[in-house]
């Protein structure tokens, strides 16, 4: 069985745009990256529930951009709907298949939007909001918006800032208009980046790029309050050097988290308490490339593709679903500034 990979990349080097690779799970084995569209910098990427659209950060006349693109009637992957604004483009995107809803997060403005999107992929903007305060890393001089993305129940939008040590839960009305109904302030450097939650809807797993951490928070759906109950490195203490916590995943059954470093240049591995979702380490294995920025787990949960943004190779791992631990099938496949990975 194959199944199809989209790759977001920087577009500062070799990258021409977004690329997609095939995983073949029978022969245990990822093809070639190809080409598919022209883009600027589309560093993240995400698709509709249908997956007939595909959206993306990018660039557009040295403005940020968030772009649609979908297949024609000659089944080529064609832009059909653009919108920018001046500065920097956002770091994140996501979609919302009960209200049409793009939603993006903005490193360097430090802000949330929300957009409006159809069947053919136009876009709206409806709605931003731009975080306000800073802490105590040299990083966090202003915010830094780095994930905005729904509950599991859709319910609330959550949005991590680095540059605020906070994790923000927003109430989203149909028309795209934004209100603040919580935020947790977690320990100054910490540099929130992204978070998962566990299938119970009641546990989200937060990583703090900064401290290289992971706080395990207790999450009340009806409130949209989150409450920290753990902190795990995800690190060895005798790494003293830079490190940078990068992506994060949860198995589909929730009894493994997955975490990348960009620095130690590793995938750490949590097993989850079935009794009161806490994690354990299993184990810290090298990614076999540099700056692991992103990572994901295939459908089936068998396999780990990783990206590495400096050494232009993608690493395909086996996973064993009963200990959580990977072992390595393939680590040089060729795929030019990966920072994405997104299995359709």
């Given at each position: 069985m194959n199944e199809t990979i989209y790759l977001g990349t920087y577009t500062k080097k070799e990258s021409k745009g977004i690329y997609k690779i095939q995983l073949d799970t029978d022969k245990k084995k990822l093809t070639e990256s190809s080409f598919l569209v022209r883009a600027d910098n589309p560093t993240y990427l995400t698709l509709s529930d249908?997956?007939?659209?595909?959206?993306?950060?990018?660039?557009?006349?040295?403005?940020?951009?968030?772009?649609?693109?979908?297949?024609?009637?000659?089944?080529?992957?064609?832009?059909?709907?653009?919108?920018?604004?001046?500065?920097?483009?956002?770091?994140?995107?996501?979609?919302?298949?009960?209200?049409?809803?793009?939603?993006?997060?903005?490193?360097?403005?430090?802000?949330v939007s929300v957009f409006k999107t159809d069947k053919e992929g136009h876009l709206t903007l409806l709605d931003t909001v731009k975080h306000s305060g800073s802490s105590i890393h040299e990083n966090q001089k202003i915010p830094h918006a780095h994930y905005f993305d729904l509950s599991p129940d859709g319910r609330y939008v959550i949005a991590c800032d680095l540059g605020t040590d906070a994790v923000y839960t927003y109430s989203v009305d149909n028309n795209g208009q934004l209100s603040e109904v919580n935020c947790l302030d977690v320990t100054p450097g910490t540099g929130p980046r992204h978070l998962v939650f566990h299938p119970n809807q009641k546990t989200a797993y937060l990583f703090g790029e900064l401290s290289s951490e992971i706080i395990t928070l207790h999450y009340d759906l009806n409130t949209g309050v989150f409450t920290p109950v753990q902190t795990t490195p995800t690190i060895p203490t005798e790494h003293i050097s830079f490190n940078g916590g990068a992506a994060i995943r949860i198995s589909q059954d929730g009894k493994f988290v997955y975490a990348s470093n960009r620095g130690h240049d590793s995938i750490a591995v949590f097993k989850v308490s079935s009794k009161d979702q806490l994690l354990k380490l299993v184990e810290i294995v090298h990614s076999e490339g540099k700056i692991p920025r992103d990572f994901d787990l295939d459908p089936t949960g068998k396999f780990v593709v990783v990206a590495h943004q400096d050494s232009d190779n993608l690493t395909l791992f086996e996973r064993n679903q009963d200990t959580g631990k990977l072992s390595l099938l393939q680590k040089d496949v060729y795929a030019p500034e990966c920072v994405c990975v997104h299995f359709r």
């Open positions: 249908d997956k007939d659209r595909l959206y993306s950060i990018s660039k557009e006349n040295g403005d940020g951009a968030l772009v649609a693109f979908k297949r024609n009637e000659s089944n080529e992957i064609i832009q059909s709907g653009i919108v920018s604004a001046e500065g920097a483009p956002p770091c994140y995107v996501s979609y919302d298949k009960v209200r049409s809803f793009v939603y993006t997060a903005n490193y360097h403005k430090g802000e």
